[in-house]
């Protein structure tokens, strides 16, 4: 370690100092944010334990990252469906060769970040990367992931994690809307023609239903029940599952009072029919998960028309963008949502899974990220620039 330097490792978030996590969390990314952490910590969501990374220097704490440890982590949760049918028999016959330590740095539910209170120099980072290393092998966790990190957060890192073996690939990316529109209406009137008059449509479908309704609720306590089916259904046609929200966290967000989350609900009388849990910070907003209904999703349009209305609360809200998940990119590139660029860091404590790693996933995760944008993987930052830098 660098003399004047220490490394703390802490088992949660709510052992750090007072006011710490606020002052260096980014202020517009409402992932971010320390009830979301909490939140994840008291439920079960995948993980098995959960840890912070404190880089201090005398009294000073420079940097916190999170940790997620997982002990067993099932590889055919993670990977895409084609992937999936390939290892069926594997997970019939051997199902523990599925099963990997593996150690996620940054943010689970959300975008990477390394809060720092000034960039960090390189022997700062040295220093932060090994010490990552160190507890890596101290809890027996394999392979090391910083997770869907955005250039500029790991940029600072890059020669660090070079150093120590890591490398670099492209990771799904994320959805971004820029807001600054002064009503909804001016968002829609500012859309491309054929987008405008498709929102236009599915409002207009969901409307004509008067059994239809959609709310914003501070108090969605009573509804946690319905919100959970809502969301499995989602869940059971989802392509991958690192992480699986349930009854603890839900129960620990809404226990958070506070303008930092709202519930976007869409009802069928008194039956709720969909739902976009969202949170908010600084003047980001994210719409973080979703729950449908399928029973009636596709014909009353109720994925549009949930984020229609979060959108509308992210312009009221006074927001100057709104984030969506890593899913469902054509539609949400029809909101008028841009792609947000991110990256993996990786490595393997031993040389051979790390050496094997390295051969085998770039052009895996390519694969992914073509099935996954479809026609709009040459549009991607990521997806163009995959080639290139991800055996870096």
Same mark, same amino acid.
């Given at each position: 370690?660098?003399?004047?330097?220490?490394?703390?490792?802490?088992?949660?978030?709510?052992?750090?100092?007072?006011?710490?996590?606020?002052?260096? +969390?980014?202020?517009?990314?409402?992932?971010?944010?320390?009830?979301?952490?909490?939140?994840?910590?008291?439920?079960?969501?995948?993980?098995?334990?959960?840890?912070?990374?404190?880089?201090?220097?005398? !009294?000073? #704490?420079?940097?916190?990252?999170?940790?997620?440890?997982?002990?067993?982590?099932?590889?055919?949760?993670?990977?895409?469906?084609?992937?999936? *049918?390939?290892? !069926?028999?594997?997970? *019939?016959?051997?199902?523990?060769?599925?099963?990997?330590?593996?150690?996620?740095?940054?943010?689970?539910?959300?975008?990477?970040?390394?809060?720092?209170?000034?960039? %960090?120099?390189?022997?700062?980072?040295?220093? %932060?990367?090994?010490?990552?290393?160190?507890?890596?092998?101290?809890?027996? =966790?394999?392979?090391?992931?910083?997770?869907?990190?955005?250039?500029?957060?790991?940029?600072?890192?890059? !020669?660090?994690?070079?150093?120590?073996?890591?490398?670099?690939?492209?990771?799904?990316?994320?959805?971004?809307?820029?807001?600054?529109?002064?009503?909804?209406?001016?968002?829609?009137? +500012?859309?491309? @023609?054929?987008?405008?008059?498709?929102?236009?449509?599915?409002?207009? *479908?969901?409307? @004509?239903?008067?059994?239809?309704?959609?709310?914003? =609720?501070?108090?969605?306590?009573?509804?946690?029940?319905?919100?959970?089916?809502?969301? *499995?259904?989602?869940?059971?046609?989802?392509?991958?599952?690192?992480?699986?929200?349930?009854?603890?966290?839900? #129960?620990?967000?809404?226990?958070?009072?506070?303008?930092?989350?709202? =519930?976007?609900?869409?009802?069928?009388?008194?039956?709720?029919?969909?739902?976009?849990?969202?949170?908010?910070?600084?003047?980001?907003?994210?719409?973080?998960?979703?729950?449908?209904?399928?029973?009636?999703?596709?014909? @009353?349009?109720?994925?549009?028309?949930?984020?229609?209305?979060?959108?509308?609360?992210?312009?009221?809200?006074?927001?100057?963008?709104?984030?969506?998940?890593?899913? !469902?990119?054509?539609?949400?590139?029809?909101?008028?949502?841009?792609?947000?660029?991110?990256?993996?860091?990786?490595?393997?404590?031993?040389?051979?899974?790390?050496?094997?790693?390295?051969?085998?996933?770039?052009? @895996?995760?390519?694969? #992914?990220?073509?099935?996954?944008?479809?026609?709009?993987?040459?549009?991607?930052?990521?997806?163009?620039?995959?080639?290139?830098?991800?055996?870096?």
């Amino acid at each position: 370690m660098i003399p004047g330097y220490r490394v703390e490792v802490l088992p949660s978030v709510e052992l750090l100092p007072a006011g710490l996590w606020e002052r260096l +969390a980014p202020g517009d990314d409402p992932m971010w944010s320390r009830a979301v952490f909490v939140a994840m910590e008291r439920g079960r969501i995948g993980p098995d334990g959960f840890a912070c990374l404190v880089l201090w220097r005398g !009294a000073e #704490a420079l940097a916190v990252l999170p940790l997620c440890l997982f002990r067993q982590l099932r590889l055919d949760e993670v990977v895409g469906p084609r992937e999936r *049918r390939l290892l !069926a028999p594997v997970r *019939r016959l051997f199902p523990r060769l599925l099963r990997v330590p593996m150690l996620f740095c940054g943010n689970l539910l959300g975008q990477g970040h390394l809060p720092t209170a000034e960039r %960090l120099s390189e022997q700062e980072c040295r220093a %932060l990367v090994a010490a990552v290393l160190d507890f890596a092998r101290r809890e027996r =966790l394999g392979t090391v992931v910083f997770k869907d990190f955005a250039p500029a957060d790991l940029d600072p890192l890059r !020669a660090a994690l070079a150093g120590a073996d890591f490398f670099f690939l492209p990771s799904l990316p994320d959805t971004e809307l820029r807001l600054g529109q002064a009503s909804f209406e001016e968002y829609l009137a +500012a859309l491309p @023609a054929k987008p405008r008059r498709n929102a236009r449509s599915k409002i207009r *479908r969901f409307q @004509a239903r008067p059994e239809l309704r959609t709310e914003v =609720l501070d108090d969605f306590g009573h509804l946690l029940p319905q919100i959970l089916g809502l969301y *499995r259904q989602v869940m059971d046609r989802a392509d991958q599952r690192l992480d699986v929200l349930d009854a603890t966290f839900l #129960a620990a967000v809404h226990g958070e009072v506070g303008a930092h989350r709202r =519930l976007v609900g869409c009802f069928e009388n008194d039956r709720l029919v969909a739902f976009l849990l969202c949170f908010f910070a600084g003047q980001g907003a994210t719409g973080a998960r979703i729950g449908l209904d399928y029973r009636i999703a596709h014909e @009353a349009r109720l994925y549009h028309n949930v984020h229609y209305a979060a959108i509308r609360l992210a312009i009221d809200s006074g927001c100057r963008h709104i984030r969506f998940a890593q899913t !469902a990119y054509q539609p949400k590139l029809e909101l008028g949502c841009e792609l947000v660029e991110q990256w993996h860091a990786m490595t393997h404590l031993r040389p051979l899974p790390r050496a094997l790693l390295r051969r085998l996933l770039p052009s @895996a995760l390519a694969a #992914a990220l073509s099935a996954a944008l479809g026609p709009h993987a040459a549009g991607s930052r990521s997806a163009e620039k995959g080639n290139t830098r991800a055996t870096r």
